[in-house]
């Protein structure tokens, strides 16, 4: 309104200075926001611990930072988003031994006045810390409620994670714009694959997998979405939101023959699934469509990930006319690439791949023109045969350079991928690692590898425009030391020497640390955290984090050496152990010694096999029940120990019980739990890929399982043995088991120590 509409100057100059001050008042309660969101964060997490502490928030435009200061008993956090707030506050009750927070449980010492401190000004050389991975909403978080969802982002901003992959909720929109593509409810129902399996189905790998997907589900995760964003929003964080990738229901390719539709290879044993070539004006439609009521169900945002082509080629060689008839004759169209080598004409294939990058960022701007489109790096390390570095700068180059964004999640294992791809041709991208794949848990990680890796990454003067850092592990709940130290070592801390960070981390987690504690702790880094890839849960096909884990087979011989330093870790356990009349108050220790002698003995079982199934096949009957006796005593052992750890088969099971709001959705939901930890995959390389040392696994699956093989090997002799049929006839057993209604109960053990302690002794009697 012009001055001359107000009635007298005064009311006009009024009007003005408001209008002038609006922008910073509404910056002033943006900053009362953030901090206040910051404060409930770390109330949630420590209690009064910090209700003295001041928290001013502080946008600076430059890196992100904290800092922390103030005299014994007053304490002034600073920092330029509420997550910064949260994880200097997080970093300095850390440091001075006052709290620890992690998967298996917090530490928090209430009493004592708040040290004195002064952090000076830390800053993170990575404008963003990512976190999750999309396989992690189907290993780890299918069960969870706001509750377990308000624990997992505070823990993320303790950590100082601002960038993380929010999946939850999409199928409600999914189910919404195909309704509105003409899907009857029944080929929806069809469609959905269940609830411990939905990752896959949105990446376009499988269609339809251990159907259907309750509607309360669905609409449950929808209520939670919102939820999930908001809070992460509150606090400062940029969660990335899920976009159109191409893959569409087979229902759909029948209702539409005329489209450029790709019958897809069929990925780790399923069945084809079909993808929409970008070039065909329903792309754009769907996406828009999916952006639009996206947009509608949860807000806006900037980073939307679509992922085209994980472990999934590109169709190269098909013409309109051969993506039609590919939809439902025999594949030929999609499998011109394979992973045998076919000769393709290269500039055919970087045309058509430069085409497809540019049409899917298209279909992306279309709806939301401030938009980022993300993707994971995976697939250029997975499938390096097909994504040579010609391959990687054709599918980016027709994208303007800040308009995506690349996940470079797998550097554990595909270190070079960021290298060949020149850092990815001038777009941002985020430097990472999964550690953990498929929610297994064997105890490894590389701590010095990480203290090199991470700060030589940011230092690279090739790095390009290296946006970020992040963890994208699969699955969650183990293996802590190693997210506390790659998180410490992304905000540029934690620089200090192994051995110094070590005695921190153990003061922090367990309250107080010796010198024989430290040298423990050295020897465990030492023995298990020294190996940056878990190797043996790939060999000959066969997925599962031990032999143990396995399906079984008779062929063990050559079965590898298990990566880390054995008798390091054998003396890290037995000095652990002496140490636990000390520490038998504290849970966080104890549930790490049980951890660590656990994973001995499992490395212990994986020999025995290998000496039973050599024993029987050379007719020593003897010596393979020799061997049999102390496997089956290893493994009932650790299973009774494991029942002090937070995550049981028992607890995983109840969890998904509990979801359901019918029987017939409970029965579902336990069914679809128990096939994910043990025949997720079927006949393809999949089963046991999420096997779990838990307690009831060990007992209840792993255990009769392999027995029933060493039996039908013993009965043999040097005789034929038919493993085929003895594999099948295993295959039938284990399908029985996840049908059966087997009712699980979680057993602490009374006195875990000695039970370890009975562990120790158990393995020396092995020898």
Not at 106 to 112: H, P
Not at 524 to 536: D, E, F, I, K
Request: charged residues 20%; hydrophobic residues 40%.
């Amino acid at each position: 309104m012009p001055m001359n509409a107000y009635p007298n100057r005064r009311q006009a100059l009024l009007a003005a200075m408001a209008a002038a001050a609006a922008p910073s008042a509404f910056a002033a309660s943006k900053a009362e926001g953030g901090t206040a969101a910051a404060k409930a964060s770390l109330e949630r997490l420590f209690g009064k611990r910090l209700a003295g502490a001041s928290l001013t928030l502080a946008p600076d435009g430059g890196q992100p930072w904290y800092s922390v200061s103030g005299k014994a008993g007053k304490v002034a956090i600073a920092g330029d988003s509420p997550v910064a707030l949260v994880r200097g506050a997080y970093a300095y009750l850390r440091q001075t031994g006052l709290a620890h927070v992690s998967w298996e449980g917090d530490r928090v010492a209430q009493g004592g006045a708040l040290p004195a401190v002064a952090s000076g000004k830390v800053e993170t050389p990575f404008r963003h810390r990512a976190y999750l991975n999309t396989c992690t909403y189907g290993y780890t978080t299918p069960w969870w409620g706001w509750t377990r969802w308000t624990r997992e982002i505070d823990w993320m901003a303790a950590h100082g994670v601002d960038m993380p992959l929010a999946m939850e909720g999409q199928e409600y929109v999914w189910r919404a714009l195909w309704r509105e593509f003409g899907l009857s409810e029944a080929e929806l129902a069809d469609y959905f694959s269940g609830p411990a399996f939905t990752p896959w189905h949105r990446m376009g790998n499988i269609e339809g997998y251990r159907a259907p997907l309750p509607g309360s589900w669905i609409d449950k995760k929808k209520t939670l979405q919102t939820q999930i964003l908001g809070r992460m929003r509150s606090l400062g964080m940029t969660p990335i939101l899920p976009a159109f990738g191409g893959y569409v229901p087979k229902a759909f390719a029948q209702k539409n023959p005329k489209a450029r539709i790709y019958r897809m290879r069929p990925w780790e044993g399923f069945h084809e699934t079909y993808w929409l070539d970008p070039a065909d004006p329903l792309f754009a439609k769907i996406a828009g469509r999916f952006l639009a009521l996206y947009t509608q169900t949860y807000g806006t945002g900037t980073y939307y990930l679509a992922d085209s082509f994980n472990e999934m080629l590109p169709p190269i060689n098909a013409d309109g006319a051969d993506a039609r008839d590919a939809a439902y004759g025999d594949g030929a169209a999609n499998t011109a690439v394979t992973k045998t080598k076919i000769e393709v004409d290269p500039a055919l294939k970087a045309q058509r791949l430069a085409d497809y990058g540019k049409a899917i960022y298209d279909s992306i701007r279309q709806a939301r023109p401030d938009a980022v489109w993300v993707m994971q790096g995976w697939l250029f390390g997975a499938d390096s045969h097909f994504w040579d570095p010609t391959a990687i700068s054709a599918y980016l180059s027709r994208v303007p350079d800040d308009k995506l964004m690349i996940l470079d999640i797998g550097n554990d294992r595909y270190p070079a991928v960021w290298k060949n791809a020149k850092a990815f041709g001038g777009k941002p991208w985020i430097y990472g690692y999964v550690h953990n794949y498929g929610g297994s848990n064997p105890v490894y990680g590389d701590l010095d590898y990480y203290r090199q890796d991470i700060p030589g990454v940011a230092a690279n003067p090739d790095k390009g425009k290296l946006a970020g850092f992040g963890m994208f592990p699969e699955g969650l709940h183990n293996n802590s030391i190693v997210y506390e130290a790659v998180y410490d070592l992304a905000w540029g801390a934690g620089q200090e020497s192994t051995a110094a960070w070590l005695s921190t981390y153990a003061r922090s987690r367990y309250g107080r640390t010796t010198p024989e504690l430290d040298s423990a702790m050295t020897l465990l880094v030492q023995g298990a955290y020294s190996t940056r890839y878990w190797s043996p849960r790939w060999w000959k096909s066969k997925a599962g984090a031990y032999l143990f884990f396995k399906r079984p087979t008779a062929t063990v011989a050559d079965f590898p050496v298990h990566p880390g330093d054995r008798a390091k870790l054998d003396a890290a356990v037995r000095a652990l152990a002496a140490q636990a009349p000390a520490y038998a108050d504290q849970p966080l220790f104890v549930r790490d010694l049980v951890d660590a002698a656990r994973h001995l003995a499992s490395l212990r079982i994986d020999d025995q096999l290998q000496a039973a199934v050599a024993a029987y096949r050379q007719g020593d009957v003897a010596g393979g029940d020799k061997a049999r006796v102390q496997i089956q005593a290893l493994a009932l052992q650790i299973d009774a120990l494991l029942g002090v750890q937070p995550e049981t088969l028992a607890t995983w099971i109840d969890d998904a019980r509990a979801y359901g709001d019918t029987p017939a959705d409970a029965a579902a939901y336990v069914a679809n739990a128990k096939a994910q930890v043990t025949v997720w995959g079927g006949e393809g390389n999949l089963n046991d890929y999420a096997s779990k040392a838990w307690q009831g696994l060990y007992r209840d699956f792993y255990l009769p399982r392999w027995s029933r093989f060493l039996d039908a090997l013993k009965a043999a002799g040097t005789g034929t043995f038919d493993e085929a049929a003895i594999t099948k006839d295993g295959v039938a057993w284990e399908r029985a088991w996840v049908a059966a209604d087997t009712a699980y109960r979680r057993e602490p053990p009374a006195d875990p120590i000695a039970g370890v302690r009975q562990l120790i002794a158990r393995l020396d009697q092995a020898g």
